[in-house]
């Protein structure tokens, strides 16, 4: 003989019901949650993208384009050149030459931003572009080349005032490309034949 539970299948009927409604619930937060992801992520792209769209480059370029470069640093010009992905000293061949830190540097040159510009001033000495604090030049993989004027800093907004060859206009920027253009020849990374003949001279003297 067979007993029959009806309300007992009817709670389980129930349950089960709620649990597929659950389910259903639980499936429909995952893909609003992963569709409010995939918008957001479209919004933060669009948003770094317009930021993009809207800076201004005093002077643009990759590392790689660079063929060469000079300036000036503690009252000394220095020039290096590259052949073949590896740079030299122009005074000194023997002088190894820490590549990361040129592309560093060279990195730091090629974007700099124009944080504010002054259209054609009539006096370029009022931004010290006459007596420049420092100025680079740079030679292009195309034969061309171009020379950054660095002039006095903007004590109001920050930032220095720089000049490209050919533009007349000038901008502000606040890269640390003055700070950073150095290739410390006093590093580890960086020795000369030279240097290890003496230090070998003077061991034996020594001795």
Do not use: H
Not at 25 to 41: D, E, F, R, T
Not at 158 to 176: E, H, I, M, P, R
């Amino acid at each position: 003989m067979r007993i029959e539970y009806p309300l007992l299948e009817r709670n389980l009927y129930m349950r089960k019901k709620q649990w597929i409604i659950l389910v259903i619930a639980l499936a429909a937060i995952v893909a609003a949650s992963a569709g409010l992801k995939g918008y957001q992520k479209k919004q933060d792209q669009k948003a770094a993208q317009q930021e993009e769209d809207e800076k201004v480059y005093a002077l643009q370029f990759t590392s790689d384009d660079v063929t060469g470069i000079s300036y000036e640093y503690s009252g000394e010009t220095l020039e290096f050149t590259k052949t073949d992905d590896t740079w030299s000293c122009n005074a000194d061949p023997t002088v190894q030459i820490d590549a990361d830190k040129m592309k560093t540097m060279l990195s730091s040159l090629g974007s700099m931003t124009a944080d504010s510009t002054v259209e054609n001033p009539e006096d370029v000495s009022e931004y010290g572009i006459d007596q420049p604090t420092q100025q680079v030049t740079l030679n292009f993989s195309d034969g061309s080349e171009k020379t950054l004027t660095f002039g006095t800093e903007n004590e109001i907004v920050g930032g220095t005032y720089v000049q490209v060859s050919g533009d007349d206009n000038v901008n502000t920027t606040l890269n640390k490309g003055v700070d950073d253009l150095k290739v410390d020849d006093t590093d580890d990374t960086t020795s000369s034949s030279s240097e290890t003949d003496t230090s070998s001279d003077t061991s034996a003297t020594t001795e």
